[in-house]
DNA sequence: GCTCACTTTGTGATTTTTCACAAAGTGAGC
DNA sequence: GCTCACTTTGTGAAAAATCACAAAGTGAGC
């Protein structure tokens, strides 16, 4: 005779019901580790569980600790309740746990405390009943989460895909984003089109952030774009942002190495009209970025591109010869009949910042080599003691230079 | 009884019938003293009168020479011939000179070289009688002169006018300008409307100047527009325009001080087609050595000014609320509750390359300050090793900040 | 008026960079 | 193959910038 009803109408109810019959806390969580249910039982919780349902997910070092220890693999794969001893360093006490599964794939899982007294083994069938009756309920909710989800992308994609945004649409993406809060939208760009599988993957791994909070994101082939802001003060979002864009990038480049996730970050913006405008500096940051790995390795916000943001515009007006640098124009000239190398190291001897140390170190040459060409490049042109405005000039025109527009 | 005749038909039948009738070269100028006529005598002369044939005008070191010695004012006050001795200096033998003038408007000069013999009383009376008549033929010359420039000037402002060429308007331009030659559009602004005097003396330190070729000029308000082109090869065209810039606004400065005239100049251009933008950069360049004189002093051309050139779009922008700095934000916020200077240092650091003694010495401070405030800034913001293109891009930031739109 | 935190200036030791000069390497043109 | 002009590397002396530390100055808030 089972002690569970053949069904009930919501997961709360079904966390209630588990808890009584097996006379311990109860939680379930979805795919992702979110919180969806948890049974009220009044004793016996750990800081685990109180953190889980104070932030409605599992706490991020306790999912690592369980990964990393191959727990959660075990639950996944067992199919059956599988007890877990206390892991006292990320405040977890003993408990048992049972996956959620359809089809092999993963719906969610239900935690259960132990009491003092260890698990029978019909506390543990009672946990099995309930994951399949679990199982239902959560198929209705997945279907309709991605419903939701599959329409809030569409509408996304579409508000991206035009530069003006219509009434209706701007109504609606402030019902969705809190007022006056920096918003950014950041770009994850892939070297291949993003799988339904990787997207899964980087929509887990994005809403385990949490610096930022994610208004919306969509798949645009092999970009993941984000809308997002940071949970941040004001006053210190930019150096928030920048501290956790390395981390997230890290983290991609981690987990996901065989795409070669890159980000390009957006500057703020508080208005929604913004969002176009937002998408397109993200990418542009993503192209440089694409174009010059090595200067751009470390800018993944617009604002830390710096005078890049100039290159592709500079770059087009060079294709159509409007533009050329007559200093870069004789330093080309002198480099192709003597098969030298001075606009190379007069970039990076601008880039470095004059520090002749560090261009040698990165052209892998004598300092004094450098010295040399320096003086030579002053020889041949009278850029001796010229101030930042111009040597910024000369440097983008020299990038514009080596920015291919084709592709 | 008069020894010429009441009139002849050309300056130079004037100038071979004085010189026969005092046996020596003659030489008739404009007020600008270029050539209009000489008499052919096949010996006694000297390495000025050739200089000054072969060049169709006076040598520079010639004129100033007689300017700066007082011989050229003393001939235009005196209105009769005056002689005056040898300046072998300037490789001119001793000769006799009168004015030609109407209404005390200088209209040319006629120029006699003495022969071994001193001129006589007779002889000078010739010369004098020689002005009256040159003066009727150099009255009608200098009308047309007139009428051709004004229409000139009227026919370049029409075409600046106007962003696109009328077809007409471009057949013109090109057959008044060599074809494949890099052209430059200059303006020389000057602190008050300039006057038809003023007007007349700029034009004749224009036509002096042998680097540059005037193709036409016009006055618009305060600005003389300029189109010319160096007399120099293609190569060298941006090193020669440079070191002549700095000369030539020398020059008027000095000759013009109460006017306070200062250069602007395009960037070289090889179509018609160009003339407006190229205004336009001039006059930017005009604009923003207004603003920002200290820090333009020695830009003269449109490629000095560096990245100079997109302040005012950035400066629009900000204005617009569309862009901010939030490193620059950060440090103005501190300046204004702590009362330092963070942002000013920061602009001179960069500008000078991070050199800290040159930024003591511009503000007027200690190095050790300087570099107390940059340690200071490194800790407010996370610029301690941004690299040329941020670093740009900040500077970029505070110069549009400083860029006032209104005036 | 006093305190305290912050800023500026001064001094000399320490480190870093620049410079002059020599020597060796490179390659195009005869 | 040789020459010659140009380029690169190496060495140590000379010059310059940076640094730590002390002392003096400044001003807001109590």
Chains 1, 2 share one sequence.
């Not at 959660?72 to 746990?97: C, H, K, M, W, Y």
């Not at 791994?205 to 082939?221: M, P, R």
Request: glycine share 4%; hydrophobic share 40%.
């Amino acid at each position: 005779m089972p002690f569970l009803l053949k069904s009930y109408e919501s997961l709360d109810t079904l966390a209630e019901a588990i808890g009584q019959a097996i006379r311990a806390p109860i939680t379930i969580e979805n795919r992702h580790h979110q919180l969806l249910a948890y049974s009220t039982h009044p004793d016996s919780t750990d800081p685990a569980r109180i953190a889980t349902i104070i932030g409605r997910r599992v706490p991020e070092a306790v999912i690592e600790d369980l990964w990393e220890s191959g727990i959660l693999q075990e639950v996944i794969d067992q199919d059956e309740p599988v007890v877990i001893p206390a892991r006292l360093a990320v405040g977890l006490g003993e408990r048992a746990a049972i996956v959620i599964k359809q089809h092999d794939e993963v719906l969610g899982y239900i935690w259960s405390l132990a009491r003092t007294n260890p698990f029978s083994t019909q506390e543990l069938a009672i946990l099995q009943e309930g994951a399949t009756i679990a199982k239902k309920l959560l198929m209705t909710i997945a279907m309709h989460e991605r419903r939701i989800s599959a329409e809030l992308e569409r509408f996304l994609l579409d508000v991206l895909a035009s530069p003006t945004l219509t009434d209706a649409n701007r109504e609606r993406l402030n019902e969705l984003a809190p007022i006056a809060v920096a918003s950014r939208l950041t770009v994850i760009e892939c070297a291949q089109p993003i799988t339904p599988q990787l997207a899964e993957r980087l929509h887990y791994v994005l809403a385990t952030q949490e610096s930022i909070e994610v208004v919306l994101h969509a798949i645009d082939g092999q970009q993941l774009l984000v809308w997002h802001y940071m949970k941040s003060e004001l006053s210190d979002e930019e150096t928030v942002l920048i501290a956790w864009a390395e981390r997230f990038e890290q983290l991609l480049q981690d987990k996901f190495s065989e795409s070669e996730p890159r980000l390009g970050i957006s500057r703020r913006f508080f208005e929604s009209d913004m969002l176009y405008a937002a998408a397109e500096e993200a990418r542009r940051v993503t192209t440089l970025r694409r174009k010059f790995p090595l200067e751009l390795s470390t800018s993944r916000a617009f604002e830390q591109i710096g005078i890049y943001q100039l290159v592709p515009e500079l770059a087009r007006r060079i294709g159509l010869r409007l533009e050329t640098h007559p200093t870069v124009e004789r330093l080309q000239h002198y480099d192709s009949s003597h098969q030298t190398e001075l606009v190379k190291t007069l970039e990076w001897y601008f880039y470095f910042d004059g520090n002749v140390k560090r261009v040698a170190a990165h052209l892998h040459i004598h300092p004094n080599t450098v010295l040399y060409r320096i003086r030579r490049i002053e020889e041949l042109t009278n850029i001796t003691q010229v101030s930042l405005p111009e040597r910024s000039m000369i440097y983008l025109a020299i990038k514009a230079g080596q920015y291919r527009l084709e592709d």
